[in-house]
């Protein structure tokens, strides 16, 4: 049962109750592009609840991460992304269209938490890269907290997902080459509620999420979650 409730998600140009316009045909013509120019392998994606409340947290090794994930999930997924992203007007235009909502990394932004929180309410997907940016080496990186306090706080199940593949496509000139990438879903689970309680718990049901992410990556890639 979601907790707190915010605003409605529209408020925000959530598409997590309904698919504008924008968000289908962007969503579209990722797709196709995925399908066309690279090899795209997903496993798992029976475990992807198709309604209600949903927190999917992945690693980060490519900005086309999410704009990958985003475009082959089943369903509308809403992603909390950098506040750095909308200091160029272009890029902030298009993320915030998408649906997405900005997030100042390493501090307390209990406006994206209450953002968050939102969606969940409605029965909507949030998206959350916990590294809060992309690993240059594909190695899981230490974690911001958001993730794991959007599940505690809302009670919504966790999907992890894995990517691999996508590191060589910080340029274009993979383009032609058709590039294997792998998409793995996990089977959801519910943090702990008594995680929630001190800092100490919540680093806690953060490090669980991570390791829920790292089993569905190659042990190369896992970093300290490999142990």
């Known amino acids: 049962m979601i907790a707190v409730r915010g605003e409605a998600p529209e408020a925000y140009g959530h598409p997590s109750l309904n698919r504008p316009p924008f968000y289908c045909f962007a969503t579209w013509v990722i797709r196709s592009m ?29 900005w086309v991460d999410p704009v990958i994930l985003g475009a082959i999930f089943p369903r509308p997924l809403i992603f909390m992304a950098k506040q750095e992203l909308w200091r160029y007007p272009p ?41 809060g940016t992309r690993s240059r080496r594909a190695v899981l990186k230490e974690p ?33 080459h058709w590039p294997r990438i792998d998409i793995t879903y996990g089977e959801p689970f519910v943090l702990d509620p008594r995680s929630g309680e001190g800092k100490g718990r919540l680093l806690e049901a953060t490090d669980t999420i991570m390791r829920r992410i790292a089993a569905l990556l190659p042990p190369e890639r896992r970093g300290r979650y490999g142990e």
């Not at 066309?36 to 980060?60: A, K, M």
């Open 34 to 62: 995925v399908r066309g120019l690279t090899r795209t392998q997903v496993c798992g994606e029976e475990h992807i609840p198709r309604t209600g409340p949903l927190v999917v947290v992945s690693n980060h090794v490519q």
């Open 144 to 176: 911001y907290p958001g993730a794991s306090l959007l599940a505690l706080k809302s009670g919504a199940p966790v999907l992890p997902v894995g990517i691999v593949g996508t590191e060589i496509m910080g340029k274009f000139d993979w383009v032609g």
């Open 91 to 131: 890029v902030g235009w298009v993320v915030e269209r998408y649906g997405a909502f900005p997030v100042r990394r390493g501090e307390a932004d209990r406006t994206a938490i209450r953002r968050g929180l939102s969606v969940l309410a409605a029965g909507g997907a949030v998206g959350i890269f916990p590294e």
